[in-house]
């Protein structure tokens, strides 16, 4: 029986994806896999039964990833399934930006007492007037799961719309509109946007690119907005911005000190992904990604081990092997077996960074003493014996 722990409250969409072969326990300490959406996992301590983590949804920083990989344990994220969601947000916040629609409706409130609030609203809209957005240009900077969905839909908006994303997937790629302008340097985004959307992850690179000097290169009354990660943008910077009137909207899913009461901000309580929808497709594929992981060892999306799959095993035994990525390390995989008088039937191995994983089908049983002998080679992390 394999046991799992939900840090967070997990859809049962995905929850009923676990067959009873699984069994949900309240203590992670306990635990062969792990759920989690928001919860921190830096601080916790985990044990060496734990195999995989799955987060349902994108961004990892509650995760400490390498702490994980060190110890043999692959972490998992769901790209793509919140990205309808937060598409639709973005580009709400486009038109919310676009026209005054927040401080309208603040005013219809304050003057709901009003009886002649009819009348007065005639005289009063013009405060609130503002821009279409069709015929604008629309730069997006990121062209991953959400990237691609919002450039598509600006085009059937009718924007005119600019991609930037020097590291683009193929499957990415297939997926854009052809009525999408590739932009191979990002200053051309800055210089000629109208409003520029940015959905790259958190990195020691991307941290803060939105700062003064990317600013400075912006259209004036330029509208930025961020539904990725806080920190892309240097918001001292674009709250200076704002004042002096070079940008005149920032719409932040992230609200914190800084943004909450700046003029000119747009702030949503991180609602991008706070769906049904989205919520149900992410633990639905976290649950997937482990239970493939689990019982087939194959690894899809994870942030910490390369991608590496053979399906569903037909041999008589496979062996996943989590370890270092250092030379020699498969001949002296194939040199135990081989002194075991095993047959290999077939070998994937992948890498990434500083690790590796390999995945052995055999024609025997592996004993438990040669799976012993392989834990105690030297840049060796986890092994397991699947079937």
Not at 49 to 76: H, S
């Amino acid at each position: 029986m394999l046991k799992y722990s939900c840090l967070n409250p997990i859809s049962e969409k995905g929850i009923e994806l676990f067959s009873e072969e699984y069994e949900k326990v309240e203590n992670y300490q306990d635990a062969d896999a792990i759920l989690v959406r928001s919860a921190s996992m830096h601080d916790l301590e985990l044990s060496d039964k734990l195999e995989a983590v799955a987060r349902a949804g994108a961004g990892v920083n509650n995760i400490p990833l390498d702490k994980c990989a060190e110890k043999g344990i692959v972490v998992f994220n769901t790209p793509g399934a919140n990205a309808n969601g937060v598409k639709e947000l973005v580009i709400c916040g486009m038109l919310l930006a676009s026209r005054d629609i927040v401080a309208g409706i603040n005013w219809v409130q304050y003057d709901k007492e009003d009886e002649n609030i009819a009348k007065t609203a005639e005289k009063q809209k013009k405060q609130y007037a503002g821009c279409e957005i069709q015929g604008k240009k629309l730069g997006v900077i990121g062209l991953g799961a959400i990237g691609v969905q919002v450039a598509n839909t600006a085009i059937h908006l009718g924007m005119k719309v600019y991609g930037y994303d020097p590291f683009i997937s193929v499957e990415a790629a297939w997926k854009l509109s052809g009525n999408i302008r590739h932009i191979q340097d990002i200053n051309e985004i800055y210089k000629e946007c109208d409003y520029i959307t940015i959905h790259v992850p958190l990195m020691d690179s991307t941290k803060h690119m939105i700062n003064a000097e990317a600013i400075n290169m912006m259209k004036q009354n330029v509208v930025v907005l961020n539904f990725a990660r806080d920190l892309l943008v240097d918001e001292d910077a674009m709250v200076q911005a704002l004042e002096e009137g070079k940008v005149r909207r920032y719409v932040t899913d992230f609200p914190n000190q800084t943004t909450a009461a700046a003029k000119g901000t747009i702030v949503i309580p991180h609602l991008g992904a706070s769906t049904e929808e989205s919520e149900d497709n992410c633990a639905m594929m976290a649950v997937q990604e482990l239970r493939d992981y689990m019982e087939n060892g194959n690894i899809n999306h994870s942030v910490n081990y390369p991608t590496c799959d053979m399906g569903a095993c037909s041999h008589t035994c496979r062996v996943a092997i989590n370890h270092r990525n250092i030379k020699n390390m498969i001949s002296q995989f194939t040199t135990v077996l081989g002194e075991a008088d095993l047959n290999i039937a077939n070998l994937v191995n992948g890498s990434k960074g500083e690790y590796a994983y390999s995945l052995i089908d055999l024609d025997q049983q592996v004993s438990e003493e040669v799976a012993e002998k392989l834990r105690k080679l030297d840049g060796v992390l986890k092994v397991r014996v699947i079937k």
